[in-house]
């Protein structure tokens, strides 16, 4: 086995522990106040707002500043405000030749102006005959309920039709019966995908193409004879103008939006919720754990170094304003997950050392279990620190965020570990002789 920390090293971690407390403590009550008075950075899908991904021919002269500079005026022009928070991330996965992509970030879920909006209200209204249509704020999406069931692709057709004389060519529309037939599909897929691979069996590279060619092919002719009274009208309204104004910008046929996620404002705010209760119930999950295989001694250790490295985490993306997405509620979730490991090593090793050393000194031997595992402890922490690092300056900005997340995670949880959840058992540990030499006192004079 390699080590890097010879046998029998006695660093004094522990006699030193009420320095590094102070630090962790002062690291994480500033933390506590960039989160208080700077906020984190929220991204799209938390704070709402609309990703494109374009591909642009190579001889077309783009690159981000110019994408950047083009979407701003685009916005600008179109809303008569500041453009706001925009991204241009490039990336290239080998999918296009002769062409690059971008991912464009904006603040904005539509460009549609109300009058626009109220336009297409009352020519659905008029057209067909609906129970109610109803657009969720700040999108540029309508949901239509008709009064009676309507052919589905003639309802579809028709729809289509008059979205493009008002000038909406890129308008999608989706009936509730097609959403079913799609999940259906997709169910069915991955069912037979298990299958096959559990068989053996060879999956062509376009396996998934041609089995949704041939569902899309069986679903227009399905939905033939399909009513449906639900149909959701998406206008792709920011998506066209974003098209048009590249095109204009680097020239006709150059440019392809070949995809565009939007996100409202309020489905933003309740993914974020979700995402911090899942790291509150991962943290209570973990604090019973530890109780149950241990004992209340070492649970809160574990927990309080848990919520440090969080909190340290979240604090540096606060200050230098880090994009804070769902990868990176996922980079939040690894990094407690990875902390409790090295936490859980140096706790075995303290519980073994207990039954082998029985009557030492707490504190020589917390710090005997801690340098004895330090080798393992730092060997797992630099292999791990290889691999995100890699990650972080080769991946690219698709994921660069979420690795620099985990290289924080990994360094800092390492420290915790070792001056932080150790020192903890001590002091729990005299809490609680504490209160029962004070109940033994109280006893007698009880009596």
Not at 132 to 148: A, G, N, Q, W
Not at 265 to 291: E, R
Not at 295 to 321: E, K
């Amino acid at each position: 086995m390699i080590e890097i920390v010879k046998a029998g090293t006695k660093y004094p971690f522990i006699p030193n522990a009420k320095r590094f407390l102070f630090v962790s403590l002062m690291v994480v009550l500033s933390s506590a106040m960039l989160l208080a008075t700077r906020g984190l950075n929220l991204g799209i899908d938390f704070k709402g707002g609309n990703k494109v991904i374009v591909a642009i021919q190579d001889d077309a002269g783009a690159n981000m500043d110019k994408i950047k500079a083009t979407i701003a005026s685009l916005i600008e022009a179109k809303t008569g405000e500041q453009a706001g928070q925009i991204e241009v991330q490039s990336f290239d996965l080998g999918e296009t030749e002769g062409a690059e992509k971008f991912q464009i970030y904006t603040e904005l879920t539509s460009l549609l102006k109300e009058e626009k909006a109220t336009a297409v209200n009352d020519k659905l209204a008029a057209t067909l005959k609906t129970e109610s249509i109803e657009r969720p704020t700040e999108t540029d999406k309508f949901i239509i309920v008709l009064k009676s069931p309507a052919p589905v692709n003639a309802t579809k057709d028709s729809i289509a039709t008059m979205l493009k004389d008002l000038g909406f060519l890129r308008a999608e529309i989706v009936s509730e019966e097609e959403r079913a037939l799609d999940m259906e599909f997709y169910k069915d897929y991955n069912l037979s995908l298990v299958e096959r691979q559990k068989e053996g069996r060879e999956i062509p590279e376009d396996d998934f193409e041609k089995a949704l060619a041939s569902h899309e092919n069986k679903k227009r002719k399905s939905l033939d004879s399909r009513t449906d009274r639900t149909y959701t009208i998406s206008l792709q309204q920011l998506q066209q103008d974003v098209e048009s104004s590249l095109t204009e910008a680097f020239g006709k046929d150059k440019v392809e939006v070949e995809s565009s996620t939007s996100v409202s404002p309020s489905v933003g705010a309740d993914l974020f919720n979700k995402g911090l209760l899942a790291m509150i119930y991962a943290i209570i999950g973990i604090l019973i754990y530890i109780g149950l295989r241990f004992d209340f001694r070492y649970s809160p250790g574990a927990v309080v170094a848990l919520i440090h490295d969080t909190m340290i985490t979240l604090g540096i993306f606060a200050l230098f304003g880090i994009k804070f997405t769902l990868p990176i509620i996922s980079a939040l979730l690894t990094i407690i997950g990875y902390s409790l490991n090295d936490t859980i090593v140096v706790y075995d090793r303290i519980r073994e050392n207990l039954t082998k050393f029985r009557g030492m000194d707490l504190a020589k031997l917390v710090n005997q279990s801690v340098n004895e595992t330090l080798s393992r402890t730092l060997l797992t922490s630099v292999t791990t620190l290889f691999v995100v690092l890699a990650l972080l300056f080769l991946g690219g900005g698709l994921i660069s965020d979420f690795a620099l997340a985990l290289t924080i995670g990994v360094v800092v949880g390492t420290y915790s570990s070792i001056f932080v959840a150790s020192p903890m058992v001590i002091y729990i540990d005299g809490y609680l002789a504490d209160r029962k030499d004070r109940a033994q006192k109280a006893a007698p004079a009880a009596a």
